[in-house]
């Protein structure tokens, strides 16, 4: 067995698996996973990762955190806000954090999203639940380093790339007249997208050198992408026509069915804290609107990434082509072809749930 054991919260989420695999890749980790259902598909990938355990339970219990967290070195924690939605997530992200130092962890990350509400300036029209939810705890997290023995590291993403050739996401495409369309309320702002593979080697980072990231918020991307120019990486590498389109907001939510329900699926539609799925994702597309060019709210540090992992994807183009290189080396179409036929899997696990399970 590995010396270091990791309670991993959200491990079998879209971020999770890959960073599961790489806390468990040569066995320099073991793992302790918290799932609702050992027997799900997700869970049984982890268990092919080796030296895996499974405790059956939920984040919504100070049971299930307890025996989670004893006995393990470190812990990474990844609450699904879609699930519960912001008020709820944080109320269990504290006691997670709480739990954590109760039980004696040494070293605990905390999975992260841009707190924009407040690098906007606290402007009302970057409100977005699910990423404020979780910035306000990071900041709450690392102000209470030095007051207990444990370290504290925040790892923050963003929408992942993945979500552009992903069915039931906010940025799934469509073929309109042979093209391969994103149409989106972006303008000429641009997303700070993360690819999901590269999460693999930022989570095993923090954990290796807690001498550096212990009081560290990394926030991670592969780039500033705008539309434009993500359609003309896929066209390039494809050779296949695609392009993006500016629609208005309004537009865009007309064509969600979910827009007035909320946007955590379990939280009260009766409460006055509940933002809506229209409310939440306006402000999450206002955010990039404003982020063109890394010189908006949220901005990159992409010399600090470059040092801390020199392999990352660093183009739009270069994930594309790796996509497109899997898909063809495993004997399945490419991706204009799985576009086309409406073939495109499901990265995110809220959307095989059909939004759908207990906290």
């Known amino acids: 067995m590995a010396s270091r054991r990791i309670f991993v919260i959200g491990a079998t989420g879209a971020q999770g698996l890959p960073v599961c695999r790489g806390l468990a890749k040569d066995g320099a980790y ?43 070195w470190g812990a990474f924690v990844n609450i699904d806000g879609f699930n519960t939605g912001e008020k709820t997530e944080t109320y269990w992200t504290i006691r997670a954090y709480e739990l954590a130092i109760e039980s004696g962890i040494k070293f605990f ?28 705890m990071a900041e709450w997290m ?37 093209v391969v369309t994103w149409a989106v309320p972006l303008g000429d702002g641009a997303v ?33 992408i705008p539309y434009a120019d993500l359609a003309a990486a896929f066209q390039k590498v494809t050779g296949k026509p695609a392009q993006y389109i500016d629609v208005p907001a309004s537009a865009y939510f007309e064509h969600v069915p979910i827009a007035d329900e909320p946007a955590g699926y379990n939280a009260d539609p009766k409460d006055p804290a509940t933002m809506t799925f229209k409310q939440n994702f306006s402000g999450f597309w206002t955010l990039w609107k404003h982020s063109g060019g890394n010189r908006g709210v949220v901005k990159r540090n992409y010399a600090l990434l470059d040092e801390i992992h020199p392999e990352r994807i660093k183009t739009a183009e270069e994930f594309f082509r790796r996509e497109e290189e899997k898909r063809r080396s495993s004997g399945l179409p490419g991706l204009y072809d799985m576009i086309e036929s409406g073939g495109m899997g499901s990265i995110l696990k809220l959307s095989e749930d059909n939004r759908q399970g207990k906290l």
């Not at 102000?143 to 929408?159: D, E, I, N």
């Open 30 to 72: 073991s793992l302790r996973v918290l799932t609702r259902d050992a027997s799900s598909a997700r869970a049984r990938q982890l268990a092919e990762l080796g030296d895996v355990e499974f405790v059956e339970g939920t984040f919504a219990s100070e049971d299930s955190l307890r025996k989670g967290f004893a006995g393990c």
């Open 192 to 224: 700070p997208h993360v690819a999901l593979d590269d999460c693999e080697h930022y989570a095993r980072w923090l954990f290796d050198h807690p001498e550096r990231s212990d009081g560290m918020n990394l926030e991670v991307a592969i780039d500033h």
């Open 142 to 178: 690392l102000s209470q380093r030095g007051s207990h023995g444990m370290g504290v590291a925040v790892f923050t993403t963003g929408p992942y790339i993945e979500m552009t050739i992903s069915s039931k996401t906010i940025m799934t495409p469509r073929v309109r007249d042979g």
């Open 109 to 136: 990350v905390f999975g992260n999203l841009d707190y924009g509400y407040k690098k906007s300036g606290y402007n009302p029209e970057f409100r977005c639940g699910h990423y404020d939810g979780k910035g306000r």
